[in-house]
């Protein structure tokens, strides 16, 4: 079932970018009108596709999935973006697309497979550190709404949400026990600060309201073509919503590096809460690009990797529901783009999720992998990961800053075994 799966997510992904139906990256969305209106060659299109995406398959991808052993979605959409981008016009690019994008999907899950096997033959198995990578984003993902705050309305009011965060994790974890009869619930500490934090972000940006005064532009009124056109294609949209949504639910995919940590730490409402969060943060650059473009997202504004782990096990109701989520979401485009504009704060307070959760992301996969790679050598694994991170930062084309940490950590790994072969390291337990 996995490998099926994922051949049709793979092929249908590359097939809605072939016909400029949908794209997974934000920054190849606005480019799209200038192919489809011919103001854009196919080579042309092609070639940006792949400078856009990629180094962020290879570099940011690929190396998260090994880390948790469950896959990235950036790894598959960003190459079925390129893929349906240099696969040509008409029905032979249609098919070419398909049955390269179907043979990527099948790469992705039998690769990564291969390679995790393959790492647990070498003489060092450095992959129960390299789990490690993921550690302190539980933890640290709850500081993204208290820094969004702080991006949005200042260091004091972002110290202020920072402190109710602390506060409530620290009141769960004492007397978040709650017993019925025979039975115990056990709140998750780290859950409810996220939960906290998020209330009070909202709370801040929805009491700041649009200037009556102000100019405006309508944007429904001005891209209506455009909007039919995401509306004409709803039903195969929805098909790629409800297959992403049940891949999901069997832990195949993940969303994001920080719900695929969770996710592979058993943590499914922590990751449902995290998928949720970083869905609102998507709703208004998915909702105007596509309003502007005519052009949607394969997985839409992500909600349905929320549904995805919520109903993990449940492949044909996570299907049904991601469906129906992408119909909703395509319904909603237009009511959502003018409430956005009654509301400018929400559509900054996105702006700046987007960029807070990058920025936590940043250091917690930096300092992740720093204790992973420290944890199959001590000092060692300090000294190459940080080296790694400085040099990155010199380079002429680097890494983006939240994949150093896990790739250094996999060199690490990789390291530690030449050097066991050359009687130059000796394993920790052996020590």
């Known amino acids: 079932m996995k490998i099926i799966l994922m051949a049709i997510i793979g092929a249908l992904a590359a097939i809605l970018a072939n016909k400029g139906v949908a794209v997974f990256n934000d920054g190849l969305r606005p480019i799209m009108p200038e192919f489809l209106e011919g103001r854009m060659d196919r080579k042309a299109l092609a070639a940006t596709s792949f400078a856009m995406s990629f180094g962020l398959v290879i570099g940011f991808g690929i190396p998260i999935s090994l880390a948790a052993t469950i896959i990235l979605i950036h790894s598959v959409l960003l190459a079925t973006d390129i893929i349906g981008t240099w696969a040509p016009d008409g029905k032979k690019g249609l098919a070419i697309a398909g049955v390269v994008g179907a043979l990527w999907g099948v790469g992705i899950v039998t690769g990564l497979e291969f390679i995790v096997k393959l790492f ?249 992998g720093m204790m992973a790679a420290n944890a199959m050598a001590p000092g060692l694994g300090f000294l190459l990961v940080v080296g790694l991170f400085a040099l990155n930062q010199t380079a002429k084309h680097p890494l983006v800053t939240m994949a150093v940490g896990p790739v250094g950590a996999i060199f690490v790994g990789v390291l530690i075994n030449i050097l066991y072969v050359a009687g130059l390291y000796l394993p920790v337990a052996a020590k």
């Open 120 to 368: 647990k033959l070498l003489p060092v198995n450095f992959l129960p550190s390299l789990g490690m990578v993921g550690t302190p984003i539980v933890a640290a993902f709850c500081v993204f709404p208290a820094l969004t705050v702080a991006y949005q309305y200042g260091f004091k009011k972002g110290g202020l949400t920072l402190l109710i965060t602390f506060l409530v994790r620290q009141f769960i974890q004492y007397y978040g026990k709650i017993s019925f009869e025979t039975s115990k619930i056990s709140l998750n500490p780290e859950g409810m600060a996220l939960l906290a934090g998020m209330i009070v972000m909202l709370w801040f940006a929805s009491r700041e309201k649009a200037d009556p005064n102000a100019a405006s532009v309508d944007l429904v009124s001005l891209f209506a073509e455009r909007v039919k056109r995401i509306r004409k294609n709803i039903v195969i949209l929805a098909i790629m919503g409800g297959l992403v949504a049940a891949a999901t639910s069997l832990l195949i995919l993940a969303g994001d590096p920080i719900s695929l940590n969770l996710i592979a730490k058993q943590k499914f409402t922590e990751a449902a809460l995290t998928a949720f969060a970083r869905g609102i943060g998507f709703i208004p650059l998915v909702a105007t690009t596509a309003i502007a473009t005519g052009v949607y997202s394969p997985i839409g504004m992500t909600f349905i990797f929320t549904i995805g782990i919520l109903m993990a096990g449940n492949p044909v109701v996570a299907f049904v529901l991601g469906a129906l989520c992408i119909c909703v979401e395509v319904a909603l485009l237009t009511f959502l783009a003018r409430f956005l504009d009654q509301f400018p704060g929400m559509r900054k307070c996105a702006d700046n999720i987007r960029t807070a959760m990058t920025k936590i992301l940043d250091v917690a996969l930096l300092v992740g």
